[in-house]
């Protein structure tokens, strides 16, 4: 059974520009969350979804925003990037047999670097 | 609001030897508690969870973790430390969906 994919694993931006990244869960998982993980800040969350639908939020400004597909699979967005957005991107799935009792299943992550 | 604390960021055994991984929480409902490892430049894998029952957890690779309710704590063990398990850990509690994580501890196992 295939893990949780995500693309690309590595890319540079420059400040002002945007950046989507992908994320495809494990088959027959319909939950997707992404999380911002930085030195500073840690594993931060940004948002998750549940059959297409923006479920829960983080506190990150709008210019972070995701969307789900019919078949689950995920992407996010950020737009005028900003250099402290540097960070790796982990995305994560879970098969929800209880709102909170299922486990994640992350992703390797994008690593987003901004210059 | 939900939060996690790792008051310790790095912990040292020797190989061979007892470890532990602490972690205390707080959250206003059912206490539901993951433990997941982070290899350098991978994501995150699933160690162990709490959801009920048993406060002794039993997971992957040897670990169990005590779930102690009077002191909201969720301590990660494993009774013989390998250098392979030199990892970053993570404590995390969930609730309504939303995944809170520890800032981790870095375990470090020497030979």
């Known amino acids: 059974k295939a893990g949780v994919t995500q693309t690309p694993r590595y890319l540079i931006k420059t400040r002002g520009q945007q950046v989507t990244l992908s994320c495809s869960p494990i088959s027959g998982h319909r939950s997707v969350s992404w999380y911002q993980q930085t030195p500073g800040q840690g594993l931060q969350f940004l948002f998750e979804y549940f059959s297409e639908t923006q479920r829960n939020k983080g506190n990150f400004p709008g210019r972070f925003s995701g969307r789900q597909f019919s078949n689950s699979r995920s992407e996010m967005n950020v737009s005028t990037l900003e250099l402290g957005d540097s960070a790796l991107y982990l995305c994560?799935?879970?098969?929800?047999?209880?709102?909170?009792?299922?486990?994640?299943?992350f992703g390797e992550g994008s690593r987003l670097t901004v210059l | 609001a939900q939060s996690v604390a790792q008051p310790e960021d790095q912990v040292n055994v020797a190989e061979g030897n007892p470890l532990t991984v602490k972690c205390t929480y707080s959250?206003?409902?059912?206490?539901?508690l993951f433990w997941y490892v982070q290899y350098p430049n991978r994501g995150l894998q699933f160690l162990l969870k709490?959801?009920?029952?048993?406060?002794l957890v039993k997971g992957s690779y040897g670990f169990e973790a005590e779930f102690n309710k009077s002191q909201t704590s969720f301590h990660l063990k494993k009774p013989s430390a390998l250098v392979s398990d030199s990892a970053l850990y993570f404590c995390?509690?969930?609730?309504?969906?939303?995944?809170?994580f520890g800032d981790g501890t870095t375990l470090t196992v020497k030979p």
């Open positions: 959250v206003s409902g059912n206490p539901y």
């Open positions: 709490y959801i009920t029952g048993d406060n």
């Open positions: 995390a509690v969930r609730d309504l969906g939303k995944s809170t």
């Open positions: 994560a799935s879970s098969l929800e047999g209880g709102i909170n009792t299922g486990e994640l299943f």
